[in-house]
C-alpha cells in the first residue's frame, strides 16, 4: 500500500503533510539554508537581467551602426535631425513676429485680382449674343 501511495502522489510523501496543511518542520537550520538559496536565486535573477540588458544594448549599438550607414549611403536623415530643421524653419520664419506663422495659401484661394473678375466678365460675355456683347462692353 505504501508503495502505491508513492507513486500516485510522485514521491511526495514527505511533503503530504504540508499540503493538507499540517504544520511545516521548524528547523532553523533548514530555514537559514532555504534563506540563502533564496538571495543566491534572486542574486542568479539579477545578473541574468544584467546580461540581458546589456545584450540588448550591444544589438541596438550594432542596429545603429547599420542604419547610420544606409542613412550615409543614401542620403537620408533621422527623424530627429528633420524634426529640429522643421522646428528650426518655422522658429526662422516667425521670429520677428507676435502672432503665429501664417499658413500658406493656395494659388485662387482669399483675395482675388481684379484681372481675374475681368477675365471672368469677359468669359459671359463671350456666350451673350453680339448686341448684349456691345452694351456691356460700352
Known amino acids: 500500500m505504501n508503495f502505491v501511495m508513492k507513486q500516485a502522489l510522485g514521491g511526495a510523501t514527505k511533503d503530504m503533510g504540508?499540503?493538507?496543511?499540517g504544520e511545516e518542520e521548524k528547523d532553523p537550520e533548514a530555514a537559514k539554508k532555504?534563506?540563502?538559496?533564496?538571495?543566491e536565486r534572486q542574486e542568479a535573477l539579477r545578473q541574468q537581467e544584467e546580461e540581458?540588458?546589456?545584450k540588448h544594448r550591444r544589438m541596438e549599438a550594432e542596429r545603429?551602426?547599420?542604419r547610420q550607414s544606409i542613412r550615409d549611403k543614401y542620403g537620408l536623415k533621422k527623424k530627429e535631425e528633420k524634426e529640429a530643421e522643421e522646428k528650426a524653419a518655422m522658429e526662422q520664419?516667425?521670429?520677428g513676429s507676435l502672432t503665429r506663422a501664417k499658413k500658406a495659401i493656395?494659388?485662387?484661394?482669399?483675395?482675388?485680382?481684379?484681372?481675374?473678375e475681368e477675365s471672368?466678365?469677359?468669359?459671359?460675355?463671350?456666350?451673350l449674343p453680339g448686341?448684349?456683347?456691345?452694351?456691356?462692353?460700352?
Not at 106 to 115: K, S
Request: hydrophobic share 30%; proline share 4%.
Open 18 to 21: 504540508k499540503m493538507l496543511g
Open 34 to 39: 532555504k534563506k540563502e538559496e533564496e538571495e
Open 52 to 54: 540581458r540588458k546589456e
Open 64 to 66: 545603429e551602426v547599420v
Open 93 to 95: 520664419a516667425c521670429e
Open 106 to 116: 493656395p494659388a485662387g484661394c482669399g483675395d482675388d485680382d481684379d484681372d481675374e
Open 120 to 127: 471672368i466678365l469677359d468669359t459671359v460675355l463671350k456666350f
Open 131 to 138: 448686341p448684349l456683347q456691345d452694351m456691356f462692353k460700352k
